[in-house]
């Protein structure tokens, strides 16, 4: 039913900027960013609601990256500055088609709570 594809991504300088896109087809209620650096877990970053504009930032990135939406095109966005080094992930954006608060995401588990997952991007930023 719903589907995700993402866009954006790659090799960024530190200190540098990147923006990611997700493009939901089908009603979903809240899409959300996540990303999983290399033998870690995947962390959760940032949420937003597709019905209110409620968004959730994890504090280790606000102030530098930034989650939107365009309703007309059913796309949600990450937008991330000034990038570090800690940064480099595979970021996905995932999907809840049920009732869901931005807030949330940093307390559901990400193995059996997630609705849809998009493909994955690639964030790569070199010192």
């Known amino acids: 039913q719903v589907q995700l594809v993402q866009s954006g991504g790659g090799l960024v300088q530190s200190g540098g900027s990147v923006n990611l896109s997700c493009a939901a087809s089908g009603v979903t209620t809240s899409i959300g960013w996540f990303r999983q650096a290399p033998g870690k877990e995947r962390e959760a970053i940032a949420c937003?609601?597709?019905?209110?504009?409620?968004?959730y930032i994890i504090d280790s990135v606000k102030g530098r990256f930034a989650i939107s939406r365009d309703n007309a095109k059913n796309t949600v966005y990450l937008q991330m500055s000034s990038l570090k080094p800690e940064d480099t992930a595979v970021y996905y954006c995932?999907?809840?088609?049920?009732?869901?608060?931005?807030?949330?995401?940093?307390?559901?588990?990400?193995?059996?709570?997630?609705?849809?997952w998009g493909q994955g991007t690639q964030v790569t930023v070199s010192s």
């Open positions: 995932a999907a809840w088609i049920g009732p869901f608060a931005p807030p949330d995401i940093v307390t559901i588990n990400p193995r059996t709570e997630i609705d849809v």
């Open positions: 937003i609601s597709n019905t209110d504009g409620q968004t």
